[in-house]
Nanobody, 124 residues
Framework: QVQLVESGGGLVRAGGSLTLSCVASGDAFRWSLVGWFRQAPGKEREFVAA????????YYADSVKGRFTLTKDSAKNTVHLEMSNLKPEDTAVYYCATARGYSYTRNAADFSSWGQGTQVTISS
């Protein structure tokens, strides 16, 4: 089981930027699909971005495409979610997660390891 720890959340104004980090333990991480999900109060957890840790494959939810960038450093077992032009609707708890045996999925149920989450709040 991969252990994941997120960091980098905070409070920023609309239009600002923030970078989230996810550090993983275990060698299995580099062979995993890593994803970011978010959950706002009263809403279901939704897919944000994902990609193979050791591949060039990266894909995004339409709501964040062009504003968020997923970067991966397999040598450091770390991924980052670079977020720019943030909007109040981006406010949520953001989770890092990994899935084994998948090269592409947006389904949270396919991800077996999850971090504790980090709060992102965007003020208008």
């Amino acid at each position: 089981q991969v252990q994941l720890v997120e960091s980098g959340g905070g409070l920023v104004r609309a239009g600002g930027s923030l970078t989230l980090s996810c550090v993983a333990s275990g060698d299995a991480f580099r062979w995993s699909l890593v994803g970011w999900f978010r959950q706002a109060p009263g809403k279901e957890r939704e897919f944000v971005a994902a990609g193979g840790v050791s591949t060039a494959i990266t894909y995004y939810a339409d709501s964040v495409k062009g504003r968020f960038t997923l970067t991966k450093d397999s040598a450091k077992n770390t991924v980052h979610l670079e977020m720019s032009n943030l909007k109040p609707e981006d406010t949520a708890v953001y989770y890092c997660a990994t899935a084994r045996g998948y090269s592409y999925t947006r389904n949270a149920a396919d991800f077996s390891s999850w971090g504790q989450g980090t709060q992102v709040t965007i003020s208008s």
